[in-house]
Nanobody, 124 residues
Framework: QVQLVESGGGSVQAGGSLRLSCLVS????????MGWFRQAPGKEREWVAS???????SYANSVKGRFTVSTDSAKNTLYLQMNSLKPEDTAMYYC??????????????????WGQGTQVTVSS
C-alpha cells in the first residue's frame, strides 16, 4: 500500500520560510518521479517542482530561485524548502508520485499517488 504523508505547512509572513516534508511508504521515492503541486481556492492544481530518479530537479517559473526540492533516501522522504514566501504562494500543497524514473509530465492527472495535502498561508 502506497502512502504519502505531507507535513510542515503553516502560517508565515511574507519573506518567511517553511520546509514541507512528504514521508513516502510503499514505493522508493528515489526511484520514482516525485512532485510537489499546489492548489489555491478557486484555482486549478498546479505543478510546483519535481525530483526524478536521476536527481534532476525542475521548478515552475513562479518559484524558481526561491524553492528547493530534495530527497532523503534513508528516510524515503521528499522535501520542499520554501524561502522568500509571497502571499501568492498561499495554497494547499500536495506531494505526488509518478511511477516513472523520469518526470515526463506535469499534468496532475497523470500522477499515480497523492498525499492529503498541507496548508501554507502567507500573509502580507
Amino acid at each position: 500500500q502506497v502512502q504519502l504523508v505531507e507535513s510542515g505547512g503553516g502560517s508565515v509572513q511574507a519573506g518567511g520560510s517553511l520546509r514541507l516534508s512528504c514521508l513516502v511508504s510503499g514505493i522508493t521515492a528515489s526511484r520514482a518521479c516525485m512532485g510537489w503541486f499546489r492548489q489555491a481556492p478557486g484555482k486549478e492544481r498546479e505543478w510546483v517542482a519535481s525530483f526524478d530518479a536521476r536527481s534532476v530537479t525542475s521548478y515552475a517559473n513562479s518559484v524558481k530561485g526561491r524553492f528547493t526540492v530534495s530527497t532523503d533516501s534513508a528516510k524515503n522522504t521528499l522535501y520542499l524548502q520554501m524561502n522568500s514566501l509571497k502571499p501568492e504562494d498561499t495554497a494547499m500543497y500536495y506531494c505526488a508520485a509518478l511511477l516513472s524514473t523520469v518526470c515526463y509530465t506535469l499534468r496532475p492527472s497523470s500522477y499515480n499517488y497523492w498525499g492529503q495535502g498541507t496548508q501554507v498561508t502567507v500573509s502580507s
